[in-house]
Nanobody, 125 residues
Framework: VQLQASGGGLVQAGGSLRLSCVVS????????MGWFRQAPGKERDFVAA????????IYSDSAKGRFTISRDNAENTVYLQMNSLKPEDTAVYSC???????????????????WGQGTLVTVCS
């Protein structure tokens, strides 16, 4: 399974970006998917996830109300719509897939088996 993330870039505070993550090598329908981010000098943090069955979504406190995760199983793609971006959102954003159906596990990197290479989001003030 391979993941290719894209859509990052430079944006002003208050702006929006939509990240995409295309999955190849297997059907997305069988996976829960998550987005994580890592800012320079900091640990990787959970951003958002969507369950493989039912499409339940979960968000970090910082993402809640501003970011939206969605999936298009037909296109084998997961999206992260990011609105009202802040300078503290600056990070490399990575997508990941895993088989977990347990919602409480999806905020942890250990729930995921495959990772994409990441896409850089820079938010300037």
């Amino acid at each position: 399974v391979q993941l290719q993330a894209s859509g990052g870039g430079l944006v002003q505070a208050g702006g929006s970006l939509r990240l995409s993550c295309v999955v190849s090598g297997d059907t997305l329908r069988g996976y829960s998917m998550g987005w994580f981010r890592q800012a320079p000098g900091k640990e990787r943090d959970f951003v958002a996830a969507i369950k493989r069955s039912g499409g339940t979504t979960i968000y970090s406190d910082s993402a809640k109300g501003r970011f939206t995760i969605s999936r298009d199983n037909a296109e084998n793609t997961v999206y992260l719509q990011m609105n009202s971006l802040k300078p503290e959102d600056t990070a490399v954003y990575s997508c990941a897939v895993g088989r977990s159906l347990i919602q409480s596990t999806l905020a942890f990197a250990s729930a995921y088996n495959y990772w994409g290479q990441g896409t850089l989001v820079t938010v300037c003030s």
